[in-house]
């Protein structure tokens, strides 16, 4: 045809869910290529996203640390903070990933073209070609033949309209550009990106107010959980304010002024030097063209998929953010897989019991499954158990003794459906219980696998151990 290169496969977009199809693509044998509009691939995730708020995030765990030491008997100078050096930090590493993926493209001959796509057909796409470091159109077009298509445009920062425009309100891409340390600091929105950047932000020095419409912080983890986080978080806050509107934005010369409402809600307009929007993220699915190959797009720019993450075009699949949530990068990945699979003519199927989602604050959140929340909502029959890390030998001597350990098992079955853990390092063990769902074990299986002493980590065989009555004595 009169296109200027056509590709087994086409992924619209970079982010963890297109490369990975890409990629598992070209493993697959075939010809692929990747249409994105920023220079470098890893989309949000990599770029405005998971890693960079870690880098950050990681730092000021280490620094609120240190300051545990003082008690036992290790005390350091208050930390010297150099804003500028502690953001090219989080620039190298970026940088160092990002850099890392163009290997991984080059090396599997996966073509990566720069630029904006948009459907024009059912085995089209329009490429505007980019330049430079942000989305600018060169004015160049290209167009692409496809065989098949994938699209993984993900989502983006949802605005809020009465929101104005000013250097002092950012969301979280601006939050992660840190331009300044406030003094006082507004974060609309109580989930995971809005408390994981206030963590950033409180560690450096500024006094947090959060604002949640809803009746908790971290929707969606179990609220015993999120107690224990917020005892421990409670330092951080002037002012929690849940079940609270945010009504009213209006930039001053000496400060965001900020209207609430809600049966708490402060009476006056209250004055802050930062306000964070962490108030959810929009999918891109009306920005692609996708009406021009035939997709259908909801209301709200979801693009719906079957099993195997096929559109109702069936040779165009979508993955990601942009096929609704949780938005959460390791479920873009695993669904890349599936569309890719799909694409080399497999039949694979997308059929994860469960996806985990993980608060990286400190301490860290992780819940996977079924919560105590949902058994109750859905009338789920289910045993509980607990354990508590002011029993586990590790964390008490880590000086971390807050955490707790949960598993949430079918009362009929006996097999573990759910399982929350609270505390350092809660995100790299809630694989365990991922792991445990999936394979349909009861406690008997966790509680006798061997867990090495002492560990955090061996806190879910002892919360095991605790469902299946045995008296877990090993601290
Ligand atoms: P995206 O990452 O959104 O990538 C989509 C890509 O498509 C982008 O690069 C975009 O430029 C490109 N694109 C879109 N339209 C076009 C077009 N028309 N033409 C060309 N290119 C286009 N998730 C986690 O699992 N763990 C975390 O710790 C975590 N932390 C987060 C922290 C923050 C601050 C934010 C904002 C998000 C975080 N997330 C986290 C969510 C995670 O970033 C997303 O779930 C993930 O990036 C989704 O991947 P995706 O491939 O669907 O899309």
């Not at 409402?261 to 006056?268: D, L, R, Y």
């Not at 891109?284 to 979801?302: C, D, H, Q, W, Y």
């Amino acid at each position: 045809g009169n296109a200027d290169a056509e590709y087994d496969v086409v992924v619209l977009g970079g982010g963890p869910g297109g490369y990975s199809a890409a990629f598992a693509a070209a493993d697959q044998g075939l010809k692929a290529a990747i249409v994105e509009r920023y220079a470098t691939l890893g989309g949000v995730c990599l770029n405005v996203g998971c890693i960079p708020s870690k880098a950050l995030l990681h730092n000021a765990a280490v620094v609120d640390e240190v300051k545990h030491l003082a008690a036992n008997g290790i005390k350091y100078p208050e930390p010297e903070i150099d804003i500028d050096l502690l953001r090219g930090y989080k620039d190298k590493v970026i940088a160092k990933m990002t850099g890392g993926l163009a290997g991984m493209a080059k090396a599997r001959k996966v073509d990566i073209i720069r630029g904006n796509g948009q459907f024009v057909g059912a085995n089209h796409l329009q490429v505007a070609l980019t330049q430079g470091n942000g989305s600018e159109e060169s004015g160049e077009q290209k167009t692409i033949a496809f065989k098949n298509a994938i699209i993984a445009a993900g989502s983006r920062v949802l605005h809020l309209p009465f929101i104005p425009q000013d250097p002092r309100i950012v969301d979280s891409t601006g939050a992660l550009e840190l331009k300044f340390v406030p003094e006082k600091m507004l974060i609309i929105g109580g989930g995971i990106i809005g408390l994981e950047m206030g963590t950033v932000y409180s560690t450096l020095g500024a006094r947090l107010d959060v604002v949640e419409m809803m009746d908790g912080l971290m929707q969606g983890a179990d609220r015993d959980m999120v107690k224990i986080w917020q005892k421990m978080n409670e330092h951080r806050f002037d002012n929690i304010m849940l079940n609270t509107k945010t009504v009213a934005v209006e930039a001053r010369d000496d400060g965001i002024y900020v209207t609430f409402e809600g049966s708490k809600a402060p009476a006056e307009p209250v004055r802050y030097d930062m306000v964070l929007v962490a108030a959810g993220r929009a999918p891109n699915g009306k920005l692609i063209g996708a009406e021009n190959a035939g997709v259908a797009v909801s209301e709200r720019g979801f693009i719906e998929v079957d099993k195997q993450m096929r559109t109702n075009v069936p040779h165009i699949y979508a993955i990601g953010d942009i096929v609704g949530q949780p938005m959460l990068a390791h479920k873009a990945v695993h669904e890349g897989h599936v569309a890719a699979e799909n694409c080399a003519g497999h039949k694979a199927y997308f059929d994860a019991r469960v996806i985990p989602g993980v608060a990286y604050t400190d301490p860290e959140v992780a819940w996977v499954g079924v919560t105590e929340e949902q058994a109750k909502r859905d009338g789920i029959n289910i045993t509980k158990s607990v354990f508590p890390w002011a029993a586990s030998g590790r964390a008490v001597a880590n000086g971390r003794s807050e955490g707790a350990t949960k598993l949430i098992f079918d009362a009929a079955s006996g097999q573990i459906i759910g399982g929350a853990i609270v505390g350092t390092n809660a995100g790299d063990m809630i694989g365990e219980i991922c792991l445990a769902i999936e394979m349909g074990c009861d406690a008997e299986d966790i509680g006798r696998t061997i867990h090495p002493h002492p560990t955090l980590g061996e806190s879910i065989g002892m919360a095991a151990e605790v469902a299946m009555g045995v008296c877990t004595d090993l601290p």
